[in-house]
């Protein structure tokens, strides 16, 4: 999801901007597009990687990094007839896609989804270890 | 190739620690951050927004005619018989409908193939609708409600660090 909040969020609200009458120009919403290419998500995993205490760093990066990388590897499989991504950006503006399906289908899954993360987040919940009890404290 | 090895083994502490260590923390978080707002003040010239498609019909309609226009996912301003007004990273768009193209509506979004002809104007080779985008909208706005919602339960902030609340 972090892709898209980073990349996607600014400029929608350019453009509802510009749709409303204000002059905002065309390159701008084009100045986010790099938080949703490997350039922008290897920067931002470190950035945000820098926020964990220091020992968790690495893991956090390999996170954040493995997350965006399945967001795009699943964006790259969609139909955007023929714009694709930029994945050497800077590099190189070429755009990479192998569509195998179209921007909306992934809807059709949600039936499926949302039962399937609702469950996952219900045995990750009950897969915590509960919190330290303080001998100290008062029964 | 052992030596090698094992002088990468000795020296790698020490590389760990320049890009992971709490030392210099704030210098390569700004070098990173510059990175970013470098890429980002390079990708305002996206040669595929400004040079190519409406950006080159619109700045010179008469040496643009004929190239390839291709309006993704732009919601429809306006809708006149066998014409539309599009708008999105350009407003005001308009597009000449091709025979038997889908009937759309104002708010309606579609992604629009076609060519440059002077006007300027678009003639509309192929005209998809999405009709589930909206659909896909909520979906997004939910799963972000949702993490939202979930995020300070599984993380908590101390001492200045973003640790797991686990």
């Known amino acids: 999801m972090l892709p898209d909040l980073l990349a996607r969020a600014a400029p929608?609200?350019?453009?509802r901007l510009g749709a409303r009458g204000l002059p905002v120009p065309p390159g701008l919403p084009a100045a986010f597009m790099p938080l949703h290419l490997p350039y922008g998500m290897v920067l931002c995993a470190y950035l945000l990687a820098q926020l964990a205490p220091e020992r968790d760093r690495p893991r956090a990066f390999v996170a954040w990094?493995?997350?965006?990388?399945?967001?795009?590897?699943?964006?790259?499989?969609?139909?955007?007839?023929?714009?694709?991504f930029a994945l050497l950006f800077p590099w190189s503006w070429k755009g990479y896609e192998f569509p195998l399906y179209g921007s909306e289908d992934s809807v059709w899954a949600l039936p499926l989804l949302l039962p399937l993360a609702a469950l996952?987040?219900?045995?990750?919940?009950?897969?915590?270890?509960?919190?330290?009890r303080d001998p100290a404290a008062p029964d | 190739m052992s030596a090698a090895r094992g002088r990468w083994r000795a020296c790698w502490p020490g590389v760990a620690g320049g890009l992971w260590g709490d030392?210099?923390?704030?210098?390569?978080?700004?070098?990173?951050g510059a990175l970013l707002v470098l890429g980002c003040?390079?990708?305002?010239?996206?040669?595929r927004t400004l040079s190519t498609g409406w950006g080159a019909c619109q700045a010179d309609p008469e040496a643009a005619a004929g190239e390839r226009v291709l309006l993704t996912v732009y919601e429809v301003a306006a809708v006149a018989p066998g014409a539309l007004t599009l708008g999105r990273i350009w407003q005001g768009v308009p597009v000449d409908l091709p025979e038997g193209a889908p009937a759309v509506e104002v708010g309606d979004?579609?992604?629009?193939?076609?060519?440059?002809?002077?006007g300027p104007r678009v003639i509309a080779e192929r005209v998809i609708p999405h009709p589930l985008r909206r659909w896909k909208e909520a979906a997004g706005l939910l799963g972000l409600?949702?993490?939202?919602?979930?995020?300070p339960l599984l993380f908590r902030w101390r001492g200045g660090r973003l640790v797991s609340a686990a």
């Open chain 2, 145 to 151: 409600a949702a993490a939202i919602a979930v995020a």
């Open chain 1, 65 to 84: 990094g493995i997350g965006m990388a399945l967001h795009l590897g699943l964006d790259l499989l969609q139909d955007h007839q023929g714009v694709g």
């Open chain 2, 109 to 118: 979004t579609v992604t629009v193939d076609g060519r440059c002809a002077p």
């Open chain 1, 12 to 15: 929608i609200a350019l453009q």
């Open chain 2, 41 to 47: 003040a390079e990708a305002c010239q996206d040669p």
């Open chain 2, 23 to 32: 030392r210099g923390r704030g210098l390569r978080s700004a070098f990173a």
């Open chain 1, 120 to 132: 996952a987040a219900r045995s990750r919940w009950r897969g915590r270890a509960p919190p330290e």
